[in-house]
C-alpha cells in the first residue's frame, strides 16, 4: 500500500499571503489529522477530519483550517501568514475502530519570509 | 491540559541498550505510542500499548508502561547507529477521536 503522501514538500510564502497543503491518506484510512511542528513548540495538533467532517480542533486561531472530500483526501489553509508559521506541517492518516495508529507524511516544510 | 514529558538526550555506544523514558499527566489515556523521526523526514510509527497492558515486545522494542506512575519507557535491545534519530512518545485520551498528545522528543545518539 502506498503511505501518506503530501504536497508540496517545500514551499517558501511572504507574510500575508496564503497557502493550501494537502494530504492523500493511506488507502480506506478515513481518518486525517494535521499536526504543526516547530523547534519551540514541538508537535502540536491542528486538527482532525473524520468522513469529512472536523472532529477535533487543536488551539490555533482561525486563520488555520481545513476540510476533506468524499475520497478522504484532505488540505488545510493558512490565510494571512505570519513569520511564527514557518513550520513542518504533517498529515497522518489512520483507520477508524482501531488502536489508532497513525501513519504520517513526510510532511510540507513552509517556510514564511 | 494533558502533558507528555520526556528527557532532551541520550547517548549510547552501538550494541548497547538504549532506554528512552516518557511521563504523562492524563490518566484516562487509551493508548500510548512510540514514532521515530529521522532528520528531514515525518515520523515513523514504531510500536504502541494499550493502557491496561504493563509491557509489549516486538523484535529489538520493549514497551513498559506503568499505568500507577504514569511513566512509558522505549527500550531498545542492541543499538545500532541507524537507530540515531528522535524518539517521540505520544498519548490518545478516550475521547479525542484520534487527536494525538506528543513529548517534546528524545533525541539518540549512538556512537560506534
Known amino acids: 500500500k502506498a503511505g501518506v503522501t503530501q504536497t508540496p514538500r517545500y514551499l517558501i510564502k511572504t507574510r500575508g499571503q496564503q497557502v493550501t497543503l494537502s494530504c492523500s491518506p493511506i488507502s480506506g484510512h478515513r481518518s486525517v489529522s494535521w499536526y504543526q511542528q516547530t523547534p519551540g513548540q514541538g508537535l502540536q495538533f491542528l486538527f482532525e477530519?473524520?468522513?469529512?467532517?472536523?472532529?477535533n480542533k487543536g488551539n490555533f486561531p482561525g486563520r488555520f483550517s481545513g476540510r476533506q472530500f468524499s475520497n478522504s483526501r484532505s488540505e488545510m489553509n493558512v490565510s494571512t501568514l505570519e513569520l511564527g508559521d514557518s513550520a513542518l506541517y504533517l498529515c497522518?492518516?489512520?483507520?477508524?475502530?482501531?488502536?489508532?495508529?497513525?501513519?504520517f507524511g513526510p510532511g510540507t516544510r513552509l517556510t514564511v519570509t | 491540559g494533558e502533558d507528555v514529558e520526556q528527557s532532551l538526550f541520550l547517548s549510547v555506544r552501538e550494541g548497547d541498550s538504549s532506554v528512552i523514558n516518557c511521563t504523562y499527566t492524563?490518566?484516562?489515556?487509551?493508548?500510548l505510542y512510540w514514532y521515530k523521526q529521522e532528520p528531514g523526514a515525518g515520523l515513523q510509527l514504531l510500536t504502541y500499548i494499550f493502557s491496561n497492558m504493563d509491557m509489549k515486545q516486538d523484535q529489538r522494542l520493549t514497551v513498559l508502561l506503568n499505568k500507577k506512575d504514569k511513566h512509558l519507557s522505549l527500550r531498545i535491545a542492541d543499538t545500532q547507529t541507524g537507530d540515531s534519530a528522535i524518539y517521540f512518545c505520544?498519548?490518545?485520551?478516550?475521547?479525542?477521536?484520534?487527536?494525538?498528545?506528543f513529548g517534546g522528543g528524545t533525541r539518540l545518539m549512538v556512537k560506534p
Open positions: 477530519y473524520f468522513s469529512e467532517t472536523q472532529r
Open positions: 492524563d490518566s484516562s489515556s487509551t493508548y
Open positions: 505520544a498519548e490518545k485520551g478516550p475521547n479525542a477521536g484520534n487527536m494525538l498528545t
Open positions: 497522518a492518516s489512520s483507520l477508524e475502530g482501531t488502536s489508532g495508529e497513525q501513519y
